[in-house]
T-cell receptor, first 118, second 113 residues
Framework: AQTVTQSQPEMSVQEAETVTLSCTYD???????LFWYKQPPSRQMILVIR??????QNATENRFSVNFQKAAKSFSLKISDSQLGDTAMYFC???????????????FGKGTKLSVKP | DGGITQSPKYLFRKEGQNVTLSCEQN?????MYWYRQDPGQGLRLIYY???????QKGDIAEGYSVSREKKESFPLTVTSAQKNPTAFYLC????????????FGDGTRLSIL
């Protein structure tokens, strides 16, 4: 069975500093996608960044970047220059590709609650 | 603006009552999904649909039912068989294809009276 593990239930960081959120996953599949979603207090799920498993280059989106280690099945999220608006729950998720290339379902970790302190 | 609309934002259910959560999207997405979120948990898939008049069970479908009569709409009914329905429910949609991100609504909070 595919699983996603986020080992840090809560983290905090000072404004303008850098923080890294950990995520490991378990799958026997070779083709899949990895995601980080953000859920602020408003509860809406917002896509932060995504990574295709076949790409070796780590994805970046402005202040957000990932460290993807396929052999170790690790997918950590680094937030640089943290801002107060980054305070949220962060969920790691992955999706396998079904036979024929159609997308499968998203499997989520339990989340990390990040607090950015002024 | 295109998006996903969930209603109501808050819903209360009496014991033995069925309630229906609405999800409408105007993004022209083929696939729609329902997730349940409990405190300290990630999202768990209840049902999903990739085409009108067809849907599949997710990991926790017991006590829930869905319909997909229109592409834009994917209502979720929480039946009296669902013994622990108090949770936050999120609807999502996506295009079909090799990879397409899921877009989420704002959610419905269901509580038991």
């Amino acid at each position: 069975a595919q699983t996603v593990t986020q080992s840090q239930p809560e983290m905090s960081v000072q404004e303008a500093e850098t923080v890294t959120l950990s995520c490991t996953y378990d799958t026997s599949e070779n083709n899949y996608y990895l995601f980080w979603y953000k859920q602020p207090p408003s509860r809406q799920m917002i896509l932060v960044i995504r990574q295709e498993a076949y790409k070796q280059q780590n994805a970046t989106e402005n202040r957000f970047s990932v460290n993807f280690q396929k052999a170790a099945k690790s997918f950590s999220l680094k937030i640089s220059d943290s801002q107060l608006g980054d305070t949220a729950m962060y969920f790691c998720a992955f999706m396998i590709l079904n036979y024929g290339g159609s997308q499968g379902n998203l499997i989520f970790g339990k989340g990390t609650k990040l607090s950015v302190k002024p | 603006d295109g998006g996903i609309t969930q209603s109501p934002k808050y819903l209360f259910r009496k014991e033995g009552q069925n309630v229906t959560l609405s999800c409408e999207q105007n993004l022209n997405h083929d696939a729609m999904y329902w997730y349940r979120q409990d405190p300290g948990q990630g999202l768990r898939l209840i049902y999903y649909s990739q085409i009108v008049n067809d849907f599949q069970k997710g990991d926790i479908a017991e006590g829930y039912s869905v319909s997909r009569e229109k592409k834009e709409s994917f209502p979720l009914t929480v039946t009296s068989a669902q013994k622990n329905p108090t949770a936050f429910y999120l609807c999502a949609s996506s295009p079909l294809g090799y990879y397409q991100p899921q877009h989420f609504g704002d959610g419905t909070r269901l509580s038991i009276l």
